[in-house]
Nanobody
Framework: QVQLVESGGGLVQAGGSLSLSCAASGSSFSLPLRTMGWYRQAPGKQRELIAQISDDGRILNYADSVKGRFTISRDNAKKTVYLHMNSLKVEDTAVYYC????????????WGQGTQVTVSS
């Protein structure tokens, strides 16, 4: 069973930066590496995939809403995925989660507790 633990969220002013981490634990993570993604869910909205990184870290994809501002990366040795967020906007306020991407709408593992990011104006 794989557990995903997100951290690094907080309160930041618009234009500021934050870096999130997602650490995976559990014996199942010794299986072949998977494409990992960062998701977010704003109040009253569905959870959306905003960034993903291939198993070898070479292929990156971003939602238009974060392209050019957010950077996803991973350290497979540490079983950790990162999301560096710059030029934050009020509309980036959400709970952020990570998971292994199965399809555009499905994930491999259960969801962690997420980490709250709040951007103030």
């Amino acid at each position: 069973q794989v557990q995903l633990v997100e951290s690094g969220g907080g309160l930041v002013q618009a234009g500021g930066s934050l870096s999130l981490s997602c650490a995976a634990s559990g014996s199942s993570f010794s299986l072949p590496l998977r494409t990992m993604g960062w998701y977010r869910q704003a109040p009253g909205k569905q959870r959306e995939l905003i960034a993903q990184i291939s198993d070898d870290g070479r292929i990156l994809n971003y939602a238009d809403s974060v392209k050019g501002r957010f950077t996803i990366s991973r350290d497979n040795a540490k079983k950790t995925v990162y999301l560096h967020m710059n030029s934050l906007k009020v509309e980036d306020t959400a709970v952020y989660y990570c998971n292994a991407v199965l399809t555009t709408t499905r994930v491999w593992y259960g969801w962690g507790q997420g980490t709250q990011v709040t951007v103030s104006s």
